[in-house]
């Protein structure tokens, strides 16, 4: 694990940046995914600090460089593969001395396999589970027992819609997120006595590195731009009240719809 | 990024950005696109210079967004925002103020290029200085800009101190250029082309205002959903806004204070504008007529009028006389004038073969950048030195813009 850190110089600011915000400093997991990075430079300019962690040591650099140059007034980085669930102590111990009082994290990472390989593979299949929800359920419990001590903040994760009904087409990925979106809603009401807050992110799909072996083309209406889910995502960490949020809103109301689909009707669906 | 270049066959790739060049020079059809979207990173910036150092994809949008909060702007600016460093280079796009500041290119101090040969190359006047002249204005074609260092400007803040004036002639407007060249960093002018020879329109200029206590929120206006029906712009209809617009302005004459954002990217706020046109779109023509030749511009504007087939969307520009900064750079010494005229078919694409002929003989030139049409005599008479740009091209690249009017010859 290597850590850096950096501070630059806070800058001179004479546009009111919008609204008031409660956010002040984020641990982001996963700080080189295609949605967190869109998140952090939006952070950035509502005058956050952060903490990073993600695998690559050299992508974390540039993700760190390009926050700084944006004005970013402190940016710590911690190289750590987080699937490793032996890495996390030594993540977590990072954070609590030299971000102690850190007030959110953001859980951003998630890996999807071809769901071809994962029927294909039991490793692959494992893994796929291993990385999107035992990891993520395993490091936010850490952060979940500091926070509820403390009596405040906010845990945030990224799951999916792909997590709300089983489909043929990626049941495996969507399991993983399913199983993280329950396992963050019984986490929101322990911790809902201690005052903080667990947001469940959903979005639709979007366009990042994580889907470009998706078919684009044929749908590419339907995939967001980062910069518009970071958007949405950011909305939500500012406000108290959401507890679950789906980007873009559409995705709300497809798949409530998706929901009441009868099984014996679904089951025949091919998407 | 090698690995995209080096397997890639020889003219099979083009860079892409934000696709708001309004032809072809931003297409490869039948052939592939390098989206560079996700170059988006800004790599360094200095303080007390301001020079940033930022990847291709990063858009003119978010340098503003990050900078003018700090006290810079961009050197130079197109008319619309939504476009990426990478396009304002390859395009050597110009604003208001290309009279005293020259292209976006003229800011360029240096970039990297990628070139499916040679690997990462880097260019600035005193490394590579002829395949920087080349890369500015040279449409994509002589690599993938990685990134770029860019001169931005220092402002006092987000506003502009805009003064608009109405003007009846060619001369009018002619001596309200002159007069302004000298005392203001923008100027530009918004054109009623149905009035024909009996020319009116708005004269705008400005310069950036030291007011810095007043509260700035972003415009953010409606978004067209869809396509409006292609009758709903028609003759009557655009001569009617045409009328009231002019009106509503000349009666406004005088200064005022307005953001950044109303005075260069009024279009900016009306998101998808382009579906106003329907579901044919529109063409857009701009040229640059030199300036002895005022008889030409008439000629220009009469054919316009006589043809009906003109849009509410006229800008006539007076470009500065500094020397260009690329290769292939489209402004010159002389009058500049675009305008959108909605697709109508063969009758739209006549009246841009008539006006086409006046640009010829005038020896003006046509902006490839807004070209779907010109012929490659025309290219030819606009870019006369094309030949001398052609072995800085990287053997991997090509659009459906450069064969289409340079393999004929």
Redesign the interface.
């Known amino acids: 694990m290597n850590t850096t850190s950096s501070q630059a110089d806070s800058s001179q600011v004479r546009i009111a940046s919008g609204t008031q915000s409660t956010l002040k400093k984020v641990v982001v997991l996963g700080a080189t995914s295609g949605i967190a990075l869109e998140v952090q430079r939006q952070l950035v300019r509502l005058g956050c600090k952060l903490l990073l962690a993600a695998r690559s040591e050299q992508r974390l650099e540039a993700v760190q460089s390009d926050l700084l140059a944006r004005g970013a007034k402190q940016v710590l980085t911690c190289a750590a593969d987080l699937a490793a669930i032996e890495n996390h102590a030594g993540l977590f111990d990072f954070v609590r001395r030299s971000f102690p009082d850190y007030d959110t994290v953001l859980l951003a990472y998630g890996a999807m396999h071809d769901q071809k390989d994962s029927e294909a593979s039991i490793d692959v299949l494992l893994e796929e589970l291993h990385v999107n929800y035992v990891s993520a359920a395993a490091i936010l419990t850490l952060f979940a027992d500091d926070l509820e001590r403390r009596r405040t903040g906010c845990i945030a994760a990224i799951t999916s819609v792909a997590g709300d009904r089983g489909r043929r087409a990626n049941y495996v990925y969507g399991s993983a997120k399913g199983a993280l979106s329950l396992f963050l809603q019984g986490l929101r009401s322990r911790l809902h006595p201690a005052g903080v807050k667990v947001l469940t992110i959903k979005p639709g799909p979007v366009e990042t590195p994580m889907t470009d072996h998706l078919d684009h083309l044929s749908s590419a209406a339907h995939f967001a731009e980062p910069k518009r889910v970071a958007r949405d995502i950011v909305r939500a960490l500012e406000r108290r009240s959401p507890d679950v949020v789906y980007t873009p809103k559409m995705w709300r109301y497809v798949m409530t719809a998706v929901e009441h689909i009868p099984e014996t009707i679904f089951k025949r669906l091919s998407f | 990024m090698a690995s995209i270049l080096r397997p890639a066959v020889e003219g099979s790739l083009l860079p892409y950005g934000l696709g708001r060049s309004y032809g072809d020079s931003c297409l490869n059809v039948n052939r592939e696109l390098i989206s560079c979207r996700?170059l988006n990173?800004?790599?360094?910036?200095d303080?007390s210079s301001g020079m940033?150092?930022?990847e291709s994809g990063v858009t003119l949008t978010e340098i503003i967004?990050?900078f003018?909060?700090?006290?810079w702007f961009l050197p130079v600016t197109p008319g619309t925002q939504f476009v990426t460093v990478g396009g304002a280079i390859a395009n050597d796009v110009h604003g208001k103020n290309h009279h005293c500041a020259g292209t976006f290119g003229d800011h360029v101090h240096q970039l990297g290029l990628h070139r499916s040969n040679d690997g990462l190359v880097v260019c600035s006047p005193n490394e590579n200085p002829d395949m920087l002249r080349a890369t500015i204005g040279g449409l994509g074609l002589t690599g993938v800009i990685a990134w770029a260092d860019i001169q931005l400007r220092r402002v006092e803040?987000?506003w502009i101190e805009a003064e608009l004036t109405p003007f009846q002639s060619l001369s009018g407007f002619l001596d309200l250029s002159r007069d302004s060249d000298g005392r203001f960093e923008y100027t530009v002018a918004w054109l009623d082309c149905f009035a024909g020879r009996n020319l009116r329109g708005i004269f705008f200029r400005g310069n950036h205002s030291a007011e810095?206590t007043k509260?700035?929120?972003p415009k953010r206006g409606p978004k067209l959903p869809f396509a409006l029906p292609g009758w709903l712009l028609n003759r009557t209809t655009v001569k009617g806004f045409n009328t009231l617009y002019y009106r509503a302005h000349a009666s406004k004459k005088g200064s005022a204070v307005v953001g950044y954002d109303s005075f260069f990217y009024p279009l900016d706020s009306i998101r998808q504008w382009n579906l106003l046109y329907g579901k044919q779109g529109f063409l857009q023509y701009q040229c640059v007529i030199p300036e002895s030749n005022v008889e030409a511009f008439e000629e220009l504007l009469d054919r316009i009028a006589r043809s009906g087939m003109g849009s509410f969307l006229g800008v006539l520009k007076q470009f500065g006389a500094a020397q260009p900064a690329g290769m292939l750079s489209f402004p010159r010494p002389g009058l500049t004038l675009a305008l959108d005229f909605a697709m109508r078919g063969e009758s739209t694409l006549q009246l841009m073969r008539s006006l086409d002929d006046v640009v010829l003989g005038s020896g003006g030139a046509l902006y490839p950048a807004k070209d779907a049409r010109m012929s490659p005599e025309l290219f030819e008479a606009s870019f006369p030195r094309w030949r001398s740009f052609v072995p800085y091209i990287d053997p991997k690249m090509s659009s459906s813009f450069w064969r289409r009017v340079t393999e004929a010859q």
């Open positions: 996700r990173r800004i790599l360094g910036f303080e940033v150092r930022c967004e990050v003018l909060p700090k006290g803040g987000p810095n509260k700035f929120r």
